[in-house]
Structures are given as C-alpha cells and as structure tokens.
C-alpha cells in the first residue's frame, strides 16, 4: 500500500521499433499519476520548499507552464493543500486546461508564448504569491537525477547505455537525467532535440513553432549544455506523424514532444546500429514464442548498441488538436 498519490511516480522502460542491430526503448512518463514526466519536478520542487521553510500548507503558488508541469502541480497542490495560479499561453490545448481545473488549479490564459507567460507570473508573486520557478529552480533537475536517471540505470539490467535523446523545455530532464547517465556510463552521447522551427540550440535564435512542451523559445537556466553532445530537430508534422505511428504500430499513445524524441532516437539508433548483429529479443517479450533468453546465435544483449529516449506523456492530452484524426 501507498501512503500518498505522491508515492506512485515512476514509469517504464519500454522497448520500441528499433532498427537492425540496435535497441530504441523509451521512458513511458505517462504512467506517473499525472500523466507526464513532469510529475518528478513537481513534487521535488514542492518538497524543497518546505523543507527550506519557504513554503507551508495552504500558501498560493503560481507558476507559468506550456501544461504537463502546471498538471503535475496542480496534483501535488490538491495532495499537500495548497492554492494554485497557473499561467498559461491560450494556444495549448483544452484538455490541459480541463485536468489543471479538475485538480482545483486556477488557470489564467495570456496572448503570447512563455516568455510572456513568466512575465505575468511574475506580476503575481509580486502580488504575493510564491514561485517555484521550473526554469531556474535546481530541484527541477535534481528530481529526474534522482528519479529518471536512476530508474533507467536499474531499468537497463547491466546493459550500457550507449545514447541518450530527450527534448528540452525546461532542461530539467536532459540535464538531470543525462548527469545520472554519464556518471553511469562515461561514454554515453548526450543528444538534445528542438523544433525545427524554434532552434535557439541550433542557431542561437528563437523562431515560431506550435509543439507543445518542447522549445520554450528561450534557454533555460536549468539547461547544463556541457552535457550535450550534439542537437537534432524535428518538424512538427513529422513528430505528429511519428505519433500516428506509435499508436497504431505500437500501441503506444504520446503527445508531440515524444513523437519528436521518437524521430531523433531512430536516427542515432540507426548511426550506431551493428548491421551484422542480430539483437536477441528483451527477456520476456510479450510475443515472444517461448521465455526468452538474453543470448541468441546473434550476440548478447549486452553487445547490442541502446539508445533510450523520453516519452513525455499521453495522447490524450492532444486529441482537441486534431493530432491523432
């Protein structure tokens, strides 16, 4: 038994189409009980705060969100009793705003992107709510070091983790969980991922996209750039067709921003795949004709290239879009 909601974050590692020679498995965040990775930052940041003393039961908080991170607070609110602002740019979808009020969050909408989103935040705290401040609070990252990086090391069964893809919004995923990773695996490649549209990583200058939770149009404090090896973008429509496939090849049901990290992990998996290795089966494959064995004619586990990658959150937060028509 749980003794809280609060005690049930985590989430699979999954494995997906991957090419010959090479296994893709994927982060499945939208088994964290408010749906997204972002459930990890959430309750962290709430955490330090009180352990610091600069928060208590029944204070308001605010913060600016493009959705999944004003979700997972609005859960950890309504959990500890806390008042909750959000603030968010109009354009994302409705079903953000209806779990967000469903858990009791205020929801303030604002003409704009996330820029402007953190400027009316600040106009609140200032008005006298407090601020957890994804974007430059180190618990943000620290929660997915602690959680993220170290469920895949366990998740990964001795494997080496040759590439690590995530998308960056905040930067806390790919800083925290990639510090993790590289202090597990040294040699581990370190890949960002942004729209195609708004790559400030890429160009150095922010653009216009429509994705939703990835490419803030900013860089984010809480973004560690030393760790990143190399950045790769992907269009939007290419990332919503990515998603169709998921769901309808796989049976798997994410939002933009993993189909996005989708693309970029086949990408790597491809350039490190060893064509002339057959990667055994993951013990225990669910079509698997018999248990499965973790060596084969073809090589060991071990010996395969693995490349994991996030996925961020659900489907069903973007079927108003039309995404998955």
């Known amino acids: 038994m749980k003794g809280s909601i609060l005690d049930t974050i985590g989430s699979p590692l999954v494995q997906v189409d991957s090419p010959e020679g090479a296994t893709v498995a994927a982060k499945v965040e939208s088994f964290n009980p ?20 600069e928060i208590e039961p029944g204070d308001w908080l605010v913060e600016p969100t ?3 991170t004003g979700i997972g607070l609005a859960l950890v609110c309504a959990a500890r009793g806390y008042d909750l602002t959000i603030v ?14 469903a858990y009791g969050a205020e929801l303030e909408l604002i003409d704009g992107d996330m820029t402007d989103a953190r400027k009316r935040a600040d106009e609140l705290e200032a008005d006298g709510a407090t601020q957890l401040g994804q974007f430059d609070n180190p618990a943000n990252p620290d929660a997915h070091y602690r959680t993220t990086g170290e469920e895949i090391v366990e998740q990964v ?13 905040t930067g806390g995923t790919i800083s925290g969980t ?78 933009q921003s993993s189909g996005a990290t989708s693309l970029a992990a086949q990408r790597i998996a491809r350039e490190i795949a060893d064509p002339d290795l057959e990667c055994p089966e993951v013990p225990g494959a ?28 659900s489907g069903e937060r973007y079927l108003s879009t039309g995404l998955f028509d």
Do not use: H, Y
């Not at 494997?159 to 690590?164: G, K, L, P, T």
């Open 88 to 101: 968010m740019p109009a354009d994302k979808s409705a079903e953000r705003r209806r779990i967000m009020a």
């Open 66 to 68: 493009s959705g999944n």
């Open 286 to 313: 669910f079509d698997s004709p018999q248990p499965a064995s973790p060596e084969t004619d073809g090589g060991e586990l071990e010996d395969c290239p693995l490349v994991v990658t996030v996925f961020w959150d």
């Open 178 to 255: 990639g510090r993790r990773l590289r202090e597990e695996f040294p040699d581990v490649e370190i890949t960002a991922v942004e729209p195609a549209r708004n790559p400030i990583l890429s160009t150095g200058e922010p653009g216009s996209d429509e994705f939703q939770g990835m490419g803030p149009g900013f860089v984010s404090e809480n973004l560690d750039r030393d760790l990143i090896d190399r950045v790769e973008t992907v269009k939007l429509e290419d990332a919503e067709d990515e998603c169709l496939r998921l769901a309808r090849e796989e049976g798997v049901l994410v939002g």
């Open 34 to 53: 408010g749906g997204s990775a972002k459930d990890r930052p959430a309750v962290q940041m709430i955490r330090s705060a009180e352990r610091d003393g």
């Open 157 to 169: 069964d001795e494997r080496e983790v040759d590439a690590f893809v995530a998308g960056v919004g």
